[in-house]
């Protein structure tokens, strides 16, 4: 008689891997465009100070003509835009393509208290820099009611 050791996991291993494998296959399909492109998703930094919120988002390569910023009433701010491949020269011969082309797209939820219309936007050393100033809270208006 051959004695097999217990594994009280064994079963949960198998569904964990299961679950991985199924995310990754729906990961994949969702960074595809609607005509079978791959979809970038350029890196972002959101940060906020007293008076201004601020998007930094790494665009390198990408001329700042290629680049569009729209926020929709919403208040969903959008940047999207393309990076066009270079076209190879039948003179080199590649080993390696590391870098990715194709359209991206980032939305980004702005806060109630965002004014959208200051917002200023800048292209430094393939950084697209946003900045969205806050609006100052509204201040409660008291009215005096006089009594009959």
Known sequence: ???VR???F???DSITRSMFRDFDKATA??????????????RADV???ATSYHINIELAGIPKEEIKVNISDDRVLTISGEKKAESKSEDKNYYRVERRY????RSFTLPEN??????????DHGVLNLTIAKMEPAKPVVKEISIA
Not at 102 to 105: D, M, P, Q
Not at 114 to 123: E, G, L, S
């Open 1 to 3: 008689m051959k004695l």
């Open 102 to 105: 194709g359209k991206f797209s």
């Open 114 to 123: 965002a004014n959208t219309d200051a917002i200023t936007a800048a292209v």
């Open 6 to 8: 217990f594994n009280p």
């Open 29 to 42: 399909q969702m960074q595809r465009d609607q005509f079978g492109g791959v979809l970038l998703t350029p």
């Open 47 to 49: 940060a906020e100070d």
């Open 10 to 12: 064994a079963e949960f």
